[in-house]
């Protein structure tokens, strides 16, 4: 397609070619490319704005003050000394935290698994079968033939004994009756 | 369009950035030379005053050396440069006008006077000429909004390209080339200013 045959690029077309030739459609590229009429105006344009920033750049001042950077802070001895101070103190303080975990865990490795509460069931157990070991020593028989014997509160019931066999110095009736069947006999 | 004050090459400035930020304090002295001046206008094209100019320089420089070991990519130092000193004359600008709305004063005036105090006696000529060209820019300058004039001055004062304007504002770029056109479509309508430019460039 020849270039010189579309119309030439008008005002905004040739701002827009100042600010970004590439967004011009393809066509247009191809005309301000081949057209020395619109890359005349645009380069003059182009110039002009250049121009400018020259000037601004020749006419603006000059700085008359360095830069100054912040100095590194001196180090005083003084300095020095506590934070030495303040490392070894925090080096001491974990020393001493590992030490303590490795100490923990040997402990805690070597020692047998609950025992504490295995000698403690160990007694609790003990003392029950002393327990049972008594009942049996004051009455050896089961509490079921303690029952049938009516001898389950044999122990407990010395008065219901008395009634039963009564002592022979304080029964007045049996001397009696022993007296009487002294007679009789 | 070339950068009007290209003498290093990027190269040599990728390497002073990566030696920077490991911590060398010779390359940073070294980026500052480079780029001194060129922040110095920067920040001087949008206060007007010489002074304010100075202080935010070396602010810029501060902040930038304080977060050297932060930038990931060397290459684009000069975007983070900028960029950190765009915020800087921001931050400026609003203590500005939030002092203004306490005391009255007239930022024109305060150019022309900080021109005049500032000057070491330069020829009488160069002095008209100087303060006939701030004047004319001031004038087109005022006409553009806030985001045109930024984004003018980012290229056609600072130099910088559409991608690094891009950088430095957090726009993306159809954003700056919007506004940009709008600018230049603004500057192409003062006539005077661009007649005035032929003449003394003639």
């Not at chain 2, 004050?5 to 010779?26: C, F, M, Q, W």
């Not at chain 2, 007007?48 to 100019?53: E, G, M, N, P």
Request: with cysteine.
């Amino acid at each position: 397609m020849n270039s010189e045959q579309i119309e030439h690029l008008n005002s905004n077309q040739l701002l827009q070619a100042v600010v970004d030739r590439s967004d011009l459609p393809e066509a247009l590229q191809a005309h301000l490319g081949a057209c020395l009429r619109c890359r005349t105006e645009k380069e003059r344009f182009e110039q002009e704005l250049t121009h400018l920033g020259d000037m601004a750049a020749r006419l603006a001042p000059m700085p008359s003050q360095p830069i100054t950077l912040p100095r590194p802070a001196p180090r005083s001895a003084l300095g020095d000394f506590l934070s030495g101070r303040r490392v070894f103190g925090a080096a001491l303080t974990v020393a001493a935290a590992v030490l303590l975990v490795v100490l923990g865990t040997f402990v805690l490795r070597t020692a047998p698994v609950g025992q504490t509460g295995h000698s403690h069931q160990e007694l609790l157990e003990a003392r029950q079968l002393m327990t049972e070991v008594d009942l049996l020593v004051e009455n050896a028989l089961p509490q079921v033939y303690l029952e049938i014997a009516g001898d389950a509160y044999a122990a407990s019931d010395d008065e219901f004994i008395r009634f039963l066999i009564p002592p022979l110095e304080s029964d007045s009736l049996t001397s009696m009756t022993g007296k009487r069947g002294l007679v009789l006999c | 369009m070339a950068h009007a004050n290209d003498k290093t090459p990027t190269s040599a400035i990728t390497e002073l950035v990566h030696k920077a930020r490991e911590g060398n304090r010779y390359a940073f002295e070294q980026l500052v030379v480079r780029f001194q001046g060129e922040i110095y206008r920067m920040i001087y094209y949008r206060t007007r005053s010489r002074l304010d100019a100075e202080d935010l320089t070396q602010d810029v420089f501060m902040k930038a050396f304080d977060h050297i070991s932060h930038i990931k990519e060397a290459d684009r130092f000069r975007s983070w440069l900028f960029s950190i000193a765009v915020n800087q004359v921001r931050d400026f600008q609003r203590k500005q006008r939030f002092r203004s709305l306490f005391k009255v004063s007239d930022d024109r005036a305060d150019f022309e006077r900080t021109e005049d105090q500032g000057r070491e006696e330069p020829q009488a000529l160069d002095h008209l000429l100087q303060k006939d060209f701030w004047r004319q820019v001031r004038l087109i300058l005022d006409k553009l909004s806030r985001m045109e004039r930024e984004v003018f001055l980012l290229r056609f004062f600072d130099h910088l390209n559409i991608k690094e304007i891009s950088k430095v504002l957090k726009k993306n770029e159809s954003t700056v080339k919007t506004h940009l056109y709008r600018a230049l479509a603004k500057f192409k309508q003062e006539s005077r200013l661009r007649q005035w430019l032929q003449e003394v460039s003639s």
